[in-house]
């Protein structure tokens, strides 16, 4: 004490206020969930982009080709099971091999096939673009598509539609960890639940297959009667898997799963098929694009509400990732729940795929007097000049020329009686 009184009062250092590193950790972990959520976001954003503008085009040749609109559709369909399988066939691979960021970095490529095929899109070039013309023809757009969406024969399917995905609940997430859970379920790993939803894409195509050979040209309520019930019924599969009764009939787990993949997969197609050419029945000329991914939107808003179901439900029967133990009343409520739909099918036309859907109104091309055809409004050419737009047929292109060489022929003589 007597030395520290000598050489007066001790300055002592105020101690430095570390962050702990756990808390580093967390704040970094958090911003790079954020960077990899909005990556995902993006790369979802452009893949609806992409999917947006084939549906557009296929919706403007069914509308131009209405005897080809089921082909056009199940070609769609066949070239998105290609692709499923052939992803689906590596993703568990090389996630196993080069893990989880290597195999995200793979899909670089595909987005540079995305944008190859956009250059193969023959599309007229359109010198001077009129711009100013440009907020009339989407407000036309805008005001035709409020009218559509008012008549019945619209407005019916699309609530269908809407309440068939949403009644239809998403618990895939449940099943994916009871597959993929060491000591309550499954265990199985990467590479298998790849290959289990390979078999998934197969079934899909044979779905396809299936729809364009047999059941393309049936009635859209026969047929979407027969496949919501069998969608019902197929669910049944995944209850056997979770009971183990499949143990009891002498199939292993590997075998069954794959075979439930595979019928699940198959149904769904077949179910889905028979929508989307409803959709693209729905669409009224000009704006076939625009009003198909409208369409589209509507759908993908009724899977959304499904999963939300899905998660809802799973919430309160209190399934987790390694708790189970009421996986199967989650499928017995999924099951009895997509059999709802069945009661809303009167919304749903009693017609072919051939027959035309629209009112006569809303077909026909408008006529003010002056004999003009009806202008395209499409919002991916907003100002085009509607002469630059083919004629609805090779057919009705002849005739018309026909009667303009008609009208020269007249006007000729008219001029040579006067000379």
């Given at each position: 004490?007597?030395?520290?009184?000598?050489?007066?009062?001790?300055?002592?250092?105020?101690?430095?206020?570390?962050?702990?590193?756990?808390?580093?950790?967390?704040?970094?972990?958090?911003?790079?969930?954020?960077?990899?959520?909005?990556?995902?976001?993006?790369?979802?954003?452009?893949?609806?982009?992409?999917?947006?503008?084939?549906?557009?085009?296929?919706?403007?040749?069914?509308?131009?080709?209405?005897?080809?609109?089921?082909?056009?559709?199940?070609?769609?369909?066949?070239?998105?099971?290609?692709?499923?399988?052939?992803?689906?066939?590596?993703?568990?691979?090389?996630?196993?091999?080069?893990?989880?960021?290597?195999?995200?970095?793979?899909?670089?490529?595909?987005?540079?096939?995305?944008?190859?095929?956009?250059?193969?899109?023959?599309?007229?070039?359109?010198?001077?673009?009129?711009?100013?013309?440009?907020?009339?023809?989407?407000?036309?757009?805008?005001?035709?598509?409020?009218?559509?969406?008012?008549?019945?024969?619209?407005?019916?399917?699309?609530?269908?539609?809407?309440?068939?995905?949403?009644?239809?609940?998403?618990?895939?997430?449940?099943?994916?960890?009871?597959?993929?859970?060491?000591?309550?379920?499954?265990?199985?790993?990467?590479?298998?639940?790849?290959?289990?939803?390979?078999?998934?894409?197969?079934?899909?195509?044979?779905?396809?297959?299936?729809?364009?050979?047999?059941?393309?040209?049936?009635?859209?309520?026969?047929?979407?009667?027969?496949?919501?019930?069998?969608?019902?019924?197929?669910?049944?599969?995944?209850?056997?898997?979770?009971?183990?009764?499949?143990?009891?009939?002498?199939?292993?787990?590997?075998?069954?799963?794959?075979?439930?993949?595979?019928?699940?997969?198959?149904?769904?197609?077949?179910?889905?098929?028979?929508?989307?050419?409803?959709?693209?029945?729905?669409?009224?000329?000009?704006?076939?694009?625009?009003?198909?991914?409208?369409?589209?939107?509507?759908?993908?808003?009724?899977?959304?509400?499904?999963?939300?179901?899905?998660?809802?439900?799973?919430?309160?029967?209190?399934?987790?990732?390694?708790?189970?133990?009421?996986?199967?009343?989650?499928?017995?409520?999924?099951?009895?729940?997509?059999?709802?739909?069945?009661?809303?099918?009167?919304?749903?036309?009693?017609?072919?795929?051939?027959?035309?859907?629209?009112?006569?109104?809303?077909?026909?091309?408008?006529?003010?007097?002056?004999?003009?055809?009806?202008?395209?409004?499409?919002?991916?050419?907003?100002?085009?000049?509607?002469?630059?737009?083919?004629?609805?047929?090779?057919?009705?292109?002849?005739?018309r020329e026909g009667i303009d060489v008609e009208q020269d022929d007249d006007e000729v003589s008219l001029l040579?009686?006067?000379?």
């Amino acid at each position: 004490m007597d030395g520290q009184a000598a050489l007066g009062p001790v300055h002592r250092r105020a101690p430095c206020r570390r962050i702990p590193a756990p808390a580093v950790f967390h704040s970094c972990s958090k911003l790079h969930a954020l960077f990899a959520l909005l990556a995902l976001m993006a790369g979802s954003a452009s893949v609806a982009i992409a999917d947006v503008t084939i549906d557009a085009c296929v919706a403007e040749n069914s509308i131009l080709y209405p005897h080809l609109a089921a082909d056009m559709i199940s070609l769609n369909g066949f070239c998105s099971s290609v692709g499923g399988l052939i992803g689906f066939s590596i993703s568990g691979f090389l996630v196993h091999a080069i893990g989880a960021q290597g195999a995200l970095g793979l899909l670089t490529l595909p987005s540079a096939l995305v944008i190859l095929s956009g250059m193969l899109l023959k599309e007229v070039h359109i010198p001077n673009f009129p711009y100013g013309q440009a907020h009339k023809k989407f407000v036309e757009a805008s005001g035709k598509m409020l009218t559509t969406l008012k008549c019945p024969e619209v407005w019916r399917p699309c609530v269908y539609m809407y309440m068939s995905l949403a009644l239809s609940v998403d618990i895939q997430e449940g099943m994916f960890y009871w597959y993929t859970d060491r000591k309550s379920g499954l265990s199985f790993h990467e590479g298998f639940i790849g290959f289990m939803f390979a078999v998934g894409s197969v079934g899909s195509l044979v779905g396809v297959i299936l729809y364009q050979n047999i059941l393309k040209d049936r009635l859209f309520r026969s047929l979407l009667f027969s496949s919501q019930l069998l969608l019902s019924l197929s669910g049944m599969l995944d209850l056997i898997l979770v009971l183990r009764l499949n143990l009891k009939m002498g199939i292993p787990d590997y075998y069954f799963a794959v075979i439930d993949e595979g019928v699940s997969k198959m149904i769904n197609r077949v179910k889905w098929m028979p929508l989307l050419v409803l959709c693209s029945k729905l669409c009224p000329p000009g704006i076939e694009g625009t009003f198909y991914a409208l369409l589209m939107s509507i759908d993908n808003i009724g899977g959304l509400t499904g999963s939300w179901i899905g998660g809802l439900l799973l919430h309160l029967l209190r399934i987790t990732r390694t708790e189970f133990k009421n996986l199967w009343a989650a499928i017995m409520i999924r099951n009895v729940m997509r059999l709802l739909p069945l009661a809303l099918l009167f919304l749903v036309p009693s017609s072919d795929p051939n027959s035309a859907l629209l009112p006569s109104d809303l077909l026909n091309e408008d006529d003010d007097g002056e004999g003009h055809q009806m202008e395209n409004i499409e919002l991916t050419s907003l100002a085009v000049d509607k002469g630059s737009f083919p004629d609805k047929s090779p057919q009705e292109r002849g005739n018309r020329e026909g009667i303009d060489v008609e009208q020269d022929d007249d006007e000729v003589s008219l001029l040579a009686n006067r000379g």
